[in-house]
């Protein structure tokens, strides 16, 4: 590195670098580089926003020069006209209903079984010997390749998508959660024994509480399996449903609508991660915030 | 008579390798009231006899007596301080502070005197409403001894419960214990592998020796009381200190030998 005085770096003899305080100023940017700093909260917030206007942009370009034909890639203007007609004209709102209320009777069955087994099987080791090598098994075996049995089943209706989404979440979901009861520190548990707990206070007052945290960050993960799987669910099958929309659409080539289908999907995600967040924040004030 | 004793303990773990004596034949006596610090290198078993002595773990052989009789578990009549910050994350201060109180269903007003009389004593009343997270290690270190202390323990085990406080920090909680043990005259048995802290702080320092753990020698700290700063220059204290550590490393080179 060439010895010139400017240079921050620079600390060969020479003139000392003028009065700038004990460390070398850095630039804004070069700080904002380094790993792990932190960050204004506007500039966050611009650059989540420019991401989205990039991938909008790009959209656009290739939209409305004709690099991709329309009934390819539709303009952005002409999808988001396609939404609001779906909304306004064409009843999509029963559709986003009917996916909205599959999802939550799904989610719910799987999460009021899986958080009292997985906090069981983390807590006590007959029930881990029991329960984990079945769940571990079927946890491997894609919740879509139940389809075909669960239509035979059940055949096509709420009770088939609800099926599919309790067996991508429960068996999963019971695994995590006993990760997280496992990982309350034995140091808890000792502690309260020590103050003279029985084992059943033990349980409720300290391992219990000690997993909240965790079940509810579990369930915000687990929430966004459940609409990948309700989705393919309504893509095998399904007389309603944003994916039984989506399917319509493209045997008819409606690009605008599968592109506005999708863009839906996202929103409710967002929406429900936000629920989830905001759980957390609001029932859990003394952990430090999560992120992901 | 002793507070709290161990008769013949024994303590085996079998392990990959064959069996690990981590604890062998150890009997040790610490009198009502006394401060005992147990001192040795890390692996010697000290923090297992600990555990031991609390009821958290059931020795392979031999038996711990509070007050002449046996021990059955853990129980109340035992407090325990880890090393770790154990406070009760989702509980503010105050709450965990009468958590054992609570467990016992005792009454609110009983629960808030209680609380009440530790939190000024510990110096945490403006925190009684913070989450752990909040203070400092020190500070909950000293939430921690709270907790114990307000079920109103027989005897106060430690395991190293300054370990994670920088030295600073360490100096005024070692100081901060000496106040609160003369205040409420507990029994304690501190473990520790800082042997200027055991020296400080104890009436006796019982010297372990690892692989297979034994006690390997009983000093008593005759240093008067209330010690100082003074007291860590004194030729008294680094006469102490030189015997003990020459006692841990001549049973190192033994068991590496």
């Known amino acids: ?292 | 008579m002793s507070a709290i004793a161990a008769h013949d303990v024994s303590m085996v773990f079998p392990t990959r390798r064959g069996e690990v004596r981590a604890i062998d034949h150890v009997s040790m006596e610490i009198p009502d009231a006394s401060f005992a610090c147990i001192v040795g290198a890390s692996g010697c078993g000290k923090s297992t006899l600990l555990n031991i002595m609390a009821g958290l773990v059931e020795p392979t052989s031999g038996s711990v007596t509070v007050d002449g009789s046996p021990i059955r578990g853990a129980g109340a009549d035992r407090g325990m301080v880890f090393q770790s910050y154990t406070l009760y994350p989702w509980l503010k201060v105050r709450e965990n502070i009468e958590f054992g109180l609570a467990l016992k269903g005792a009454s609110k007003r009983e629960r808030r005197r209680v609380s009440d009389s530790l939190l000024g004593e510990m110096g945490l009343r403006e925190f009684e409403r913070a989450y752990p997270r909040e203070l400092s290690g020190g500070m909950q270190q000293r939430a921690a001894i709270a907790r114990a202390l307000a079920n109103d323990p027989k005897v106060l085990l430690m395991d190293e419960p300054f370990g994670a406080l920088d030295a600073l920090t360490r100096a005024s909680a070692q100081r901060f214990l000496t106040e609160v043990w003369e205040q409420h005259r507990r029994t304690i048995a501190f473990v520790t592998h800082d042997i200027e802290e055991a020296i400080f702080l104890g009436d006796t320092v019982f010297v372990m020796s690892p692989r297979p753990g034994r006690i390997r020698e009983v000093i008593a700290v005759e240093l008067p009381r209330p010690r100082t700063l003074d007291d860590l220059g004194s030729p008294a204290f680094a006469d102490l200190k030189r015997r003990i550590l020459s006692l841990i490393l001549e049973s190192d080179g033994a068991a590496a030998a």
């Open chain 1, 1 to 292: 590195m060439a010895s010139d005085p400017a240079s921050p770096q620079a600390t060969a003899p020479g003139p000392p670098p003028p009065a700038a305080g004990p460390a070398p100023r850095r630039s804004r940017l070069d700080r904002y580089l380094a790993p792990k700093e932190p960050i204004p909260r506007t500039l966050a917030f611009v650059l989540g926003v420019s991401c989205f206007a990039l991938v909008i942009g790009i959209w656009a370009l290739l939209s409305y020069t004709g690099q991709v034909r329309s009934y390819f890639l539709p303009t952005p203007v002409t999808t988001a006209r396609t939404l609001y007609d779906m909304f306004a004209h064409q009843g999509f709102i029963h559709d986003v209903w009917a996916s909205t209320y599959r999802i939550m009777l799904g989610f719910l069955i799987a999460a009021a079984i899986a958080v009292p087994l997985g906090i069981a099987i983390g807590a006590f080791r007959v029930v881990q010997a029991f329960f984990e090598p079945l769940i571990a098994a079927v946890r491997y075996m894609p919740a879509s390749a139940f389809i075909p049995l669960l239509i035979i089943w059940l055949g096509i209706a709420n009770g088939e998508k609800i099926a599919v989404i309790w067996i991508g979440v429960f068996f999963p979901l019971a695994l995590l959660i006993a990760d997280v009861s496992a990982n309350v520190p034995k140091e808890f548990l000792n502690i309260a024994y020590t103050l003279g707990a029985s084992r059943w206070q033990v349980f409720w007052r300290v391992l219990v509480p000690a997993c909240w945290p965790g079940v509810v960050d579990n369930l915000r993960i687990a929430v966004g399996w459940a609409w990948t799987y309700l989705i393919v669910a309504e893509l095998v099958a399904a007389n309603t449903g944003i994916g039984h929309v989506i399917l319509s659409a493209s045997r008819f080539l409606q690009t605008d609508q599968i592109i506005a289908g999708i863009i839906t999907i996202g929103i409710l995600g967002l929406l429900t991660d936000a629920i989830f967040r905001w759980l957390h924040r609001t029932l859990f004030p003394y952990t430090e915030r999560v992120s992901r």
